[in-house]
């Protein structure tokens, strides 16, 4: 499995971008998808995920109510809409892959957890 990211960019505080992330080389509807990111010097830190079939969503506290993950299976396309973004939203933003064999197994929200990575986003916010 193969993940393209892409969507990032440099935003004002209070803008909003939308990332996407590709996949390629597997059944895009065995997998849960997530958004983690990581900033200089931290470690990866959890953002979103959603369930192979889209209908479960789990969003970290530091973005719910701003941004929202969503799934589009027929296009292998996960996406993340990011409203509201602040300072501390700067980081790149990876998306990963967990393969759940369309089952209704409990979202997984840390980074060992996932089976493939993408390449990473760079987002920037200004204030």
């Known amino acids: 499995v193969q993940l393209q990211a892409s969507g990032g960019g440099l935003v004002q505080a209070g803008g909003s971008l939308r990332l996407s992330c590709v996949s390629s080389g597997g059944t895009f509807s065995n997998y849960d998808m997530g958004w983690f990111r990581q900033a200089p010097g931290k470690e990866r830190e959890f953002v979103s995920t959603?369930?192979?079939?889209?209908?479960?969503?789990k969003h970290a506290d530091s973005v719910k109510g701003r941004f929202t993950i969503s799934r589009d299976n027929a296009k292998n396309t996960v996406y993340l809409q990011m409203n509201g973004l602040k300072p501390e939203d700067t980081a790149v933003y990876y998306c990963?892959?967990?393969?759940?064999?369309?089952?209704?197994?409990?979202?997984?929200?840390?980074?060992?957890?996932?089976?493939?990575w993408g390449q990473g986003t760079q987002v920037t916010v200004s204030s």
């Open positions: 990963g892959a967990k393969y759940s064999g369309r089952r209704s197994t409990a979202l997984k929200t840390a980074s060992s957890e996932y089976d493939y």
């Open positions: 959603i369930s192979w079939d889209g209908g479960r969503t």
